[in-house]
C-alpha cells in the first residue's frame, strides 16, 4: 500500500492513471458501478464523467500512447510507456475534474495502484502546412475595384424625406381642398 495522495480542491489539468484488478474492473467497465473502484481508492466520490477505463489488451501500446496525446492533450515527451501495464492489466484514467473541486485524500488498497501522473494540456501546437490557393494572395483588382460608388445614405434618406413630403403636400390638397 502506498502513502496516501492528496488532492486539493483547486487541482486542474492532473490525470492520474491506475491499475486497477479485475475486482475493480468488471462491475465498472460492465455496469459502470464505481462502487468497488471508490474503495479501492480509499472512499473518495468520483464523477463518473470524467474517468475511462480500458481492458487489459483492450488498446495496443500505440493507441493508448494516442489516447493520451490527443484524448487528454499530453505533451509527448512526458510519455513513459514503459511504466503503463496496458497489456496485462486494466487501467483507468481520472482526471482532477472527478473528484468536483473537493478535496481528496486517496488511500489506495490492493486493487488500485497510481502508475503514472500526467499534466493536461501541455501539447505543443500542432503545425499547420499552407494552403496552396489563389484567394489568398494579395489584394483584388479589376472591375469590382473599379465600379462606381453609389449614393451614400443621406442622398438616399434625404430622396425618401423629399417623396415623403411631396405625397403628404398632394395628400392633404386633395382632402381639403380636392381635385
Known amino acids: 500500500m502506498d502513502d496516501p495522495l492528496q488532492v486539493t480542491k483547486r487541482e486542474t489539468g492532473v490525470l492520474r492513471v491506475f491499475q486497477i484488478t479485475d475486482y475493480v474492473s468488471i462491475p465498472y467497465s460492465l455496469k459502470g458501478d464505481g462502487e468497488y473502484l471508490e474503495q479501492a481508492l480509499g472512499g473518495v466520490s468520483l464523477n463518473p464523467q470524467e474517468m475511462q477505463s480500458i481492458s487489459a489488451n483492450e488498446l495496443s501500446e500505440a493507441e493508448v500512447k494516442t489516447l493520451l496525446l490527443e484524448g487528454y492533450d499530453i505533451a509527448p515527451q512526458s510519455i513513459n510507456m514503459s511504466d503503463i501495464p496496458f497489456a496485462t492489466s486494466a487501467l483507468i484514467f481520472i482526471r482532477s475534474a472527478a473528484f468536483d473541486q473537493k478535496p481528496a485524500t486517496l488511500k489506495l488498497n490492493s486493487n488500485a495502484k497510481l502508475v503514472a501522473t500526467f499534466t493536461e494540456g501541455k501539447a505543443p501546437a500542432p503545425k ?19 465600379a462606381k460608388l453609389e449614393r451614400s445614405f443621406g442622398q438616399r ?23
Open 157 to 179: 434618406l434625404a430622396w425618401i424625406a423629399l417623396i415623403a413630403l411631396i405625397a403628404s403636400g398632394v395628400w392633404v390638397y386633395s382632402y381639403y381642398i380636392g381635385f
Open 128 to 146: 499547420f502546412t499552407p494552403l496552396e490557393s489563389d484567394a489568398a494572395k494579395g489584394v483584388l483588382t479589376g472591375p469590382a475595384s473599379d
